[in-house]
């Protein structure tokens, strides 16, 4: 009736809020959601005989999503579920897709991740394209190149930070904000030194590292936003500290390259 009286679809709705988006569907409307009770399918590998197949319904898992649904849209509750849709989707650990040359193989090339099909899939094919035949994707990809993660990604870790991916996708992230799954991965031998001096520890590619110092009698930890967070302050003074007198940093987070050859001199 509205398509009739407008000549137009209904419009898509993203809900924050409810962690929910809805959207016409030929005749219908769509409700869809990111629940937080996500169920990890196949996570070693996905078979090679499966392709469009779906999933059998569970409705019980998205159970708080669709209440909160028919809260927010009084119609769909009364308007019945024709058809339920259970299928897998494919996540890397930041949600980002997998691009690139796999190292320490020769033309073999990775194109995985792509959650979004329809939408990520151009640019993905134009990256990887440009790669394989000019040598460069073109432009700054290091946030989905198939290199960003090293053999500290394990399974364990995995599995652990692409539900909490997948549970996030209508949650808002902050600047700097820092999220605890899988963690602590790996840690250097002063890590409970850190800790022990009221250190908030960030996740630096699987290692823990300190980012600032909470003072003495506070909690450890960000209280997360979009304007001066509770580090501004500590961050201050350490930096004072560090110009006025003298300070001590960590590096086992910094890169180390190890430059070798004939050539090697002339190239440092």
Not at 133 to 155: C, I, K, N, Q, S
Not at 188 to 204: F, I, K, Q, R, W
Not at 238 to 256: D, H, L, P, Y
Request: proline fraction near 7%; aromatic fraction near 12%.
């Amino acid at each position: 009736e509205f398509n009739k009286s407008t000549g137009r679809e209904m419009i898509g709705v993203f809900d924050f809020k409810g962690e929910i988006y809805t959207r016409q569907e030929r005749n219908g409307i769509l409700l869809g959601t990111y629940e937080k009770a996500c169920k990890p399918w196949s996570p070693v590998n996905t078979p090679w005989d499966f392709g469009h197949e779906l999933l059998p319904p569970d409705l019980d898992r998205i159970a708080p999503s669709l209440e909160i649904g028919f809260k927010h849209f009084p119609g769909i509750e009364k308007a019945g579920i024709k058809q339920i849709i259970n299928g897998p989707f494919t996540f890397a650990l930041d949600g980002n897709p997998l691009v690139g040359p796999v190292q320490g193989l020769t033309n073999f090339w990775c194109a995985c991740a792509v959650m979004a099909g329809f939408s990520q899939g151009g640019g993905v094919g134009l990256a990887l394209s440009n790669w394989m035949v000019h040598g460069d994707p073109g432009f700054d990809v290091w946030g989905m190149d198939v290199t960003r993660f090293g053999e500290w990604a394990g399974l364990r870790y995995t599995n652990a930070k692409v539900r909490e991916n997948y549970s996030r996708r209508f949650s808002i992230r902050f600047p700097n904000e820092e999220l605890p799954a899988a963690r602590p991965a790996q840690t250097t031998p002063l890590y409970d030194t850190m800790l022990a001096n009221n250190a908030v520890m960030g996740d630096s590619w699987g290692l823990e590292t300190p980012l600032w110092f909470a003072p003495e009698g506070k909690e450890p930890g960000d209280i997360v936003s979009f304007h001066r967070s509770n580090d501004f302050g500590p961050i201050g003074e350490e930096v004072r500290a560090t110009r006025e007198r003298v300070g001590v940093t960590e590096i086992a987070n910094f890169a180390k390259y190890e430059v070798s050859g004939p050539a090697a001199e002339d190239f440092l």
